[in-house]
Nanobody, 126 residues
Framework: VQVAESGGDSVEAGGSLRLSCTASGLRFDDTYMGWFRQIPGAGREGVACINYNGGKTYYADSVTGRFTISRDNNKNTVYLQLNSLKPDDTAMYYC????????????????????WGQGTQVTVSS
């Protein structure tokens, strides 16, 4: 399984970005996908999760209303739209492939994801 993120950049507070993630070597249309983020010295924080068909999404409280996760199963791609960015959103963002069709109740824990990308850096300046 290969997972690869792109779209990270440096933006000013209030700006927007769209991250993309492509995955191969798995039944993409039968697997939930998630986004995490991590700052130096801290663990990975679950940001969002999306079920296999996009029918259900989950978000961390810190990003609800500002970030949107979506997917295109025809392109084996999952997206994370980041709006109203804040300096606290600065982090390395990771995409991850799950282990089944549905995000679990504890989707925000790393052990629920089987494959990870290398990350893409998002930097938000004030």
């Amino acid at each position: 399984v290969q997972v690869a993120e792109s779209g990270g950049d440096s933006v000013e507070a209030g700006g927007s970005l769209r991250l993309s993630c492509t995955a191969s070597g798995l039944r993409f249309d039968d697997t939930y996908m998630g986004w995490f983020r991590q700052i130096p010295g801290a663990g990975r924080e679950g940001v969002a999760c999306i079920n296999y068909n996009g029918g259900k999404t989950y978000y961390a409280d810190s990003v609800t209303g500002r970030f949107t996760i979506s997917r295109d199963n025809n392109k084996n791609t999952v997206y994370l739209q980041l709006n109203s960015l804040k300096p606290d959103d600065t982090a390395m963002y990771y995409c991850a492939a799950g282990r089944s069709p549905y995000c679990s109740g504890v989707w925000y824990t790393t052990r629920n994801f089987a494959s990870w990308g290398q990350g893409t850096q998002v930097t938000v300046s004030s």
